[in-house]
């Protein structure tokens, strides 16, 4: 048995020297496959962190009454820190409002004017909620509308939702698209190796007679070429990650610079999950491989 097996991964390979340029070929389709599914991997890791950092700063303003007194808003304050949901209750004062206020439309003496001629401070105090996890927010917004306090005196969210709405519309897009682009990927390395293995029975349809006339059984005659197909998807994988880890180290900086103040180490990501990573790319192109070299086989070996 191990002679046999020794024998069919030499005839494999043999097949594989003899037909050099259309095995070229088709590990190269393979390492374009497979860089483009990494670099859709890529896209959408780095797409999930600029959503995660643009949901960090979205937060939940709740406005209270201007005449409230400060043992009801800390009440309010109290009830709104004890939800699961809330991470953190940041409370702004009629002043610190005002003076923020001043600080945006600094530039626009207008604006600034208008306000003097008030002699009231017109601002209101607030609560800004940020919530733990941005896929809470709907929970969390139930939860405070449910908190009945006569210091309350709006609590409109309907812009938070509509942000929320269109970042989740764009996440789920942008996965819809990156798993389509896959599947073609996968569907037209599948439909090469089976044409690979097709030309390659074709061409050594005579040694496959001379084979089954000297007794070789089914499976010796098939395994060469099943094999191939792994080899194939092995010389791929090793040469994508011969070329893809470097361009991660160039493509690092880049997102370091763009990302400041957000931890986000792409080389990281796919050294900690390389075997998972690879490795599944691996197990499921070899599977796909395998099924097409099997039907190939199974077809045009029959001499």
Known sequence: ???????????????????????????????????????????????DAA?????DKIDISLYLK???KEE????????VSNLDEVKEVRYISKAEALKKFNEKHKNDPAILEALKE????????????QAKNAGQFDGLIRKINEIDS????????????????????????????????????????????????RVAIYIHRREIGIMRLVGASNIFIKMPYMVSSIIYTLVGILVVIAIFLPFLGLLQ??????????????????VQNFFKIFGLEFLGLAAINSIASTIAVSKYSKV
Do not use: C, H
């Open 253 to 270: 900086p880049y997102l370091e610079t763009f990302f400041i103040g957000y931890n986000i180490n792409i080389i990281s990501f796919f």
């Open 51 to 55: 959503i995660d950092s643009v949901k």
């Open 118 to 129: 008030l002699d009231a401070n017109p601002l209101t105090p607030t609560l800004v909620i």
């Open 72 to 79: 009801e808003i800390l009440a309010v304050k109290s009830k």
């Open 66 to 68: 201007p005449d409230s």
């Open 1 to 47: 048995m191990f002679l046999s097996f020794i024998r069919i991964i030499k005839f494999s390979l043999q097949d594989i020297y003899r037909n050099i340029w259309l095995s070229l070929v088709t590990i190269t389709i393979l390492i374009l496959a497979l860089f483009s599914v990494n670099m859709l991997l890529t896209i959408k890791i780095i797409g």
């Open 150 to 197: 006569t210091a309350i005196e709006s609590r409109d969210f309907n812009d938070n939702k509509a942000i929320l709405s269109k970042i989740n519309s764009i996440t789920n897009k942008v996965s819809e698209v990156g798993i389509f682009i896959s599947v073609i990927f996968i569907l037209i390395t599948a439909l090469l190796v089976y044409n690979s293995i």
